[in-house]
């Protein structure tokens, strides 16, 4: 069953603290993205990464950092330096197809509350 | 600065009525163009992929793009109270050596039953 999946679903974190969200994915897909999504707004880019052991910063990449080891696995790390982390957060992928053609997926989300 | 604009709504429209939705693009070399629809605290889920002009029919659905005028609609027929949801337009730039989509910020859209 094909597939991205991220956990926890649901974080809660503390002033303070950096926090890992996990995103893993079964597609055999070389790109993969992290997205913030605000109540009422759209996606913003944090990181992405298009092959193993490579990744740039996106839009809003300050405060936040990823590492891709793997190609299945894109974990991203919220440090305490983002300065408001509250937000829903989208991870996707996508394979490098015909040029231009390459539609991404998303997993479910994790939703990231600051205490 | 590439840009993808689309009225944040809300769009309310009666069931069994047509929706219509619109998105318009600022880069003219734009290559491929997707629908998304989001329900309320969910990801966004794949709808429609257009990439030349024209129109492009699934179901209940209909892309239109219109690469002179740079603007690309979804059509959504029948409408049904589960159709409600915020539909987010992307579109993949002409030098998109990073693999990057555009997205805009979504419509909302009610279906009124």
């Known amino acids: 069953d094909g597939g991205i999946t991220q956990s926890p679903k649901y974080l809660f974190r503390k002033e303070g603290q950096n926090v890992t969200l996990s995103c893993e994915q079964n597609l055999n897909h070389d790109a993969m993205y992290w997205y913030r999504q605000d109540p009422g707004q759209g996606l913003r880019l944090i990181y992405y990464?298009?092959?193993?052991?490579?990744?740039q910063k996106g839009d809003i990449a300050e405060g936040y950092s990823v590492s891709r080891e793997k190609k299945e696995s894109f974990p991203l790390t919220v440090t305490s330096a983002q300065k408001n982390p509250t937000a829903f957060y989208l991870c996707a992928s996508s394979s490098k197809g015909l040029a231009g053609r390459n539609e991404q997926f998303f997993g479910p989300g994790t939703r990231l509350t600051v205490l | 600065q590439k840009e993808v604009e689309q009225n944040s709504g809300p769009l309310s429209v009666p069931e069994g009525a047509i929706a219509s939705l619109n998105c318009t693009y600022s880069d003219r070399g734009s290559q491929s163009f997707f629908w998304y629809r989001q329900y309320s605290g969910k990801s966004p889920e794949l709808i429609m992929f257009i990439y030349s002009n024209g129109d492009k029919e699934d179901g209940r659905f209909t892309a239109q793009l219109n690469k002179a005028s740079q603007y690309v609609s979804l059509l959504i027929r029948d409408s049904q109270p589960s159709d409600s949801a915020t539909y987010l337009c992307?579109?993949?730039?002409?030098?998109?050596?990073?693999?990057?989509?555009?997205f805009g910020k979504g419509t909302r859209l009610h279906i009124l039953p």
């Open positions: 992307a579109v993949v730039p002409l030098m998109n050596r990073d693999d990057k989509i555009i």
């Open positions: 990464s298009q092959i193993v052991n490579d990744f």
